[in-house]
Protein backbone atom coordinates (compact mmCIF):
# COMPACT_ATOMS: atom_id res chain seq x y z
CA UNK A 1 0.00 0.00 0.00
CA UNK A 2 0.97 3.60 -1.08
CA UNK A 3 0.47 6.34 1.28
CA UNK A 4 0.90 10.17 -0.04
CA UNK A 5 1.14 13.48 2.16
CA UNK A 6 1.49 16.04 0.67
CA UNK A 7 2.54 19.90 2.40
CA UNK A 8 3.91 23.31 1.22
CA UNK A 9 0.53 24.70 0.65
CA UNK A 10 -0.33 28.12 1.70
CA UNK A 11 -1.47 31.72 0.59
CA UNK A 12 0.29 33.80 -2.02
CA UNK A 13 -0.19 37.09 -4.08
CA UNK A 14 -0.38 36.78 -7.41
CA UNK A 15 3.39 36.66 -9.22
CA UNK A 16 4.62 34.74 -6.33
CA UNK A 17 5.77 30.75 -5.49
CA UNK A 18 5.50 28.11 -3.66
CA UNK A 19 7.04 24.61 -3.94
CA UNK A 20 4.84 21.62 -3.20
CA UNK A 21 6.35 18.66 -1.71
CA UNK A 22 4.57 14.73 -1.78
CA UNK A 23 6.25 12.20 0.20
CA UNK A 24 5.19 8.45 -0.45
CA UNK A 25 5.41 6.13 2.41
CA UNK A 26 5.09 1.87 1.84
CA UNK A 27 5.95 -0.03 -0.77
CA UNK A 28 6.86 2.93 -3.66
CA UNK A 29 8.63 0.62 -5.66
CA UNK A 30 6.03 -0.79 -7.40
CA UNK A 31 5.44 3.17 -8.05
CA UNK A 32 5.60 4.07 -11.99
CA UNK A 33 3.90 6.57 -12.30
CA UNK A 34 3.58 10.68 -9.86
CA UNK A 35 1.82 13.57 -10.17
CA UNK A 36 0.00 16.65 -8.89
CA UNK A 37 -3.55 17.16 -10.13
CA UNK A 38 -6.25 20.28 -8.82
CA UNK A 39 -9.59 20.97 -7.89
CA UNK A 40 -10.56 24.32 -7.76
CA UNK A 41 -14.44 24.62 -5.98
CA UNK A 42 -17.46 23.39 -8.05
CA UNK A 43 -15.29 21.43 -10.41
CA UNK A 44 -13.48 17.70 -10.83
CA UNK A 45 -9.90 16.95 -10.62
CA UNK A 46 -7.47 18.59 -13.32
CA UNK A 47 -4.50 16.94 -14.21
CA UNK A 48 -1.32 19.66 -13.62
CA UNK A 49 1.74 17.56 -14.15
CA UNK A 50 3.36 13.99 -14.15
CA UNK A 51 6.30 11.94 -13.93
CA UNK A 52 7.27 8.78 -14.97
CA UNK A 53 9.54 6.31 -13.10
CA UNK A 54 12.16 6.95 -16.18
CA UNK A 55 11.68 10.36 -15.93
CA UNK A 56 9.10 11.29 -18.26
CA UNK A 57 7.37 14.43 -17.86
CA UNK A 58 3.63 15.92 -18.98
CA UNK A 59 2.53 19.15 -17.95
CA UNK A 60 -1.34 20.61 -18.98
CA UNK A 61 -1.14 22.71 -21.58
CA UNK A 62 -2.18 26.01 -19.74
CA UNK A 63 0.64 26.19 -17.12
CA UNK A 64 3.13 28.04 -20.24
CA UNK A 65 6.18 26.99 -18.07
CA UNK A 66 5.41 28.17 -14.57
CA UNK A 67 5.44 25.11 -12.65
CA UNK A 68 8.15 22.49 -12.58
CA UNK A 69 7.81 18.48 -11.12
CA UNK A 70 10.70 16.48 -10.50
CA UNK A 71 11.36 13.97 -7.42
CA UNK A 72 14.18 12.75 -5.15
CA UNK A 73 13.89 9.16 -5.70
CA UNK A 74 16.26 9.03 -2.72
CA UNK A 75 13.81 10.39 -0.86
CA UNK A 76 10.95 9.02 -2.11
CA UNK A 77 9.46 12.84 -2.55
CA UNK A 78 7.84 14.27 -5.17
CA UNK A 79 7.91 18.20 -5.73
CA UNK A 80 5.91 20.60 -7.58
CA UNK A 81 7.57 24.40 -8.10
CA UNK A 82 5.02 26.39 -8.53
CA UNK A 83 6.01 30.25 -10.36
CA UNK A 84 3.85 33.31 -11.07
CA UNK A 85 0.81 32.51 -9.31
CA UNK A 86 -2.01 33.06 -10.50
CA UNK A 87 -5.65 33.51 -9.21
CA UNK A 88 -7.04 31.21 -11.42
CA UNK A 89 -4.37 28.72 -9.82
CA UNK A 90 -6.07 28.35 -6.50
CA UNK A 91 -7.80 24.97 -5.74
CA UNK A 92 -6.64 21.57 -3.53
CA UNK A 93 -3.87 20.33 -5.16
CA UNK A 94 -3.17 16.55 -4.79
CA UNK A 95 -0.51 14.38 -4.89
CA UNK A 96 -1.35 10.83 -6.59
CA UNK A 97 0.36 7.63 -7.54
CA UNK A 98 0.64 5.36 -10.23
CA UNK A 99 1.56 1.78 -10.38
CA UNK A 100 0.11 1.04 -14.00
CA UNK A 101 1.72 0.93 -17.32
CA UNK A 102 0.03 4.63 -17.89
CA UNK A 103 1.63 7.95 -17.03
CA UNK A 104 -0.82 10.56 -17.98
CA UNK A 105 -2.73 13.51 -16.55
CA UNK A 106 -5.92 11.66 -16.34
CA UNK A 107 -7.81 11.77 -12.59
CA UNK A 108 -8.55 7.99 -13.47
CA UNK A 109 -5.33 6.67 -13.98
CA UNK A 110 -4.66 7.08 -9.64
CA UNK A 111 -5.72 4.70 -7.50
CA UNK A 112 -3.40 6.20 -4.35
CA UNK A 113 -4.21 10.06 -3.62
CA UNK A 114 -3.30 12.04 -0.41
CA UNK A 115 -5.08 14.00 1.21
CA UNK A 116 -4.01 17.82 -1.04
CA UNK A 117 -2.87 21.31 0.36
CA UNK A 118 -4.66 24.08 -0.20
CA UNK A 119 -2.97 26.92 -2.59
CA UNK A 120 -4.57 30.36 -2.75
CA UNK A 121 -3.22 33.22 -5.05
CA UNK A 122 -5.07 36.49 -4.44
CA UNK A 123 -5.12 39.38 -6.75
Known amino acids: QVQLVESGGGSVQAGGSLRLSCVAYGYTYSTDCMGWLRQAPGKGREGVAVISSDGRISYVDTLKGRFTISQDHAKNTLYLQMNSLKPEDTAMYYC?????????????????WGQGTQVTVSS
Open 96 to 112: AASNGSVCSLQEAIFPY
